[in-house]
C-alpha cells in the first residue's frame, strides 16, 4: 500500500512532505516539524497564527470549546466543533469536521474528511474525503508495546514505529464504533461496516463486512 496508490496528494496541504516516501507511515515522524516550518511559510493574508504554532485559516470555524495545541495547521474552510481536542503535530486539511469530543494527535487529515463524533485519530493518515462514523478509532499502540509491523497477505514490512494508527484511503467510509488495529491499512473507495474489527490491509474498492467476509465493490 505505497502513498500514491492510497492518496490524491493534491489534496492536501502537506503534499510535499508525504511525495517524499514510498509508504505514507514513514512521514509520521516528521509531522511536527513540517508542521512548523510549513506554518511559519503560510499567507498572512489567508492564516492567523492564533497561538504560538498554531496556525488557522481566517474562513476556519473554530468553537471556544475547542482545545489546539501546537504544532497545529487548520486548512481554509473548515471546523472544528465543540469540545474537540487536537493535541498537536496535526494538519487539518480544508472543508474538513474535527466534531464533538474528537482527539487527533500527530496525524494528516486531506481535504474534506469528516469525523465528526467521539472519534478518536492518533498516529494516521485520513484520505480526501475519508470519513470516520461515530465512535470510530484508530488504536495506535499494541497492547504489548511492540514496534508495529504492517501485514499484506503473506508479506510484513517492519514500520519501526511503537505508534502507529491507521492510513485510510481516498474516499474510504469507516462504520460507527469501529475499531482500526494498529498498522492497519485501508484502500481508496472501501466501506467498512458498523462496529468492526479491522486489522492488516484492505484492498481498495472493497466492503469489509467481516475478516472472513471481504467483497469487491461494485465500481461504475
Not at 516528521?30 to 492564533?50: H, P
Not at 492518533?122 to 508495546?145: C, E
Request: hydrophobic share 35%; charged share 20%.
Amino acid at each position: 500500500m505505497k502513498t500514491k496508490k492510497l492518496f490524491s496528494l493534491k489534496n492536501t496541504i502537506a503534499e510535499s512532505l508525504l511525495e517524499k516516501y514510498e509508504y505514507p507511515w514513514q512521514a509520521l515522524s516528521d509531522i511536527k516539524a513540517f508542521t512548523i516550518w510549513l506554518g511559519r511559510n503560510l499567507s498572512k493574508d489567508f492564516f492567523d497564527e492564533i497561538s504560538e504554532n498554531v496556525w488557522a485559516a481566517k474562513s476556519a470555524r473554530i468553537f471556544s470549546s475547542a482545545c489546539i495545541l501546537s504544532p497545529c495547521i487548520i486548512d481554509e474552510n473548515s471546523e472544528v466543533r465543540h469540545c474537540a481536542f487536537i493535541r498537536g503535530s496535526a494538519i487539518i486539511g480544508k472543508n474538513c469536521v474535527v466534531g464533538n469530543s474528537t482527539e487527533i494527535k500527530n496525524s494528516i487529515i486531506f481535504d474534506n474528511v469528516q469525523i465528526p463524533h467521539y472519534n478518536y485519530v492518533g498516529d494516521s493518515i485520513l484520505g480526501y474525503h475519508s470519513h470516520l462514523g461515530a465512535g470510530a478509532i484508530t488504536s495506535n499502540v499494541k497492547s504489548d508495546k511492540s514496534l508495529v509491523s504492517v501485514k499484506s497477505d503473506n508479506n510484513i514490512i517492519e514500520t519501526g514505529l511503537r505508534k502507529f494508527g491507521a492510513m485510510v484511503g481516498d474516499f474510504t467510509e469507516i462504520g460507527c464504533n469501529s475499531v482500526l488495529c494498529p498498522g492497519t491499512v485501508i484502500g481508496k473507495n472501501c466501506t467498512v461496516y458498523p462496529l468492526s474489527l479491522v486489522r492488516g490491509c484492505i484492498d481498495e474498492n472493497r466492503i469489509f463486512k467481516t475478516s472472513e467476509n471481504i467483497v469487491r465493490k461494485s465500481v461504475k
